[in-house]
Nanobody, 124 residues
Framework: VQLQASGGGLVQVGGSLRLSCAASGRTDTNLVMGWFRQAPGKEREFVAAISWRGGHTIYADSAKGRFTITGDTAKDTAYLQMASLKPEDTAVYSC??????????????????WGQGTLVTVSS
């Protein structure tokens, strides 16, 4: 299984970005895709997750109302649309996959596969 994340970059405060994460190597409708981020000097934190079956989503409090996670089941690709970006959103964003489950989770330990991460920098 490979996860390819893309879409990061430099954006000004208040701007928007859309991250993509394409999964390959395994086909399973029981799939949960998640986004996590890690800022310099901080621990990794959960951002959002979506289940392929049912489309259930969960968000971190910091993401609610500003970020939207969606999934294209035909392409096995998850998206994270980020709006109203703040300097504190600056981080490396990584996607993760949890196969064989329909349960969305905010805990990284339940995700068996991780992408390489894409850097998002929000400048003030």
């Amino acid at each position: 299984v490979q996860l390819q994340a893309s879409g990061g970059g430099l954006v000004q405060v208040g701007g928007s970005l859309r991250l993509s994460c394409a999964a390959s190597g395994r086909t399973d409708t029981n799939l949960v895709m998640g986004w996590f981020r890690q800022a310099p000097g901080k621990e990794r934190e959960f951002v959002a997750a979506i289940s392929w079956r049912g489309g259930h989503t969960i968000y971190a409090d910091s993401a609610k109302g500003r970020f939207t996670i969606t999934g294209d089941t035909a392409k096995d690709t998850a998206y994270l649309q980020m709006a109203s970006l703040k300097p504190e959103d600056t981080a490396v964003y990584s996607c993760a996959a949890r196969y064989g489950s329909m349960s969305v989770s905010r805990f990284g330990k339940y995700y068996g596969y991780w992408g390489q991460g894409t850097l998002v920098t929000v400048s003030s």
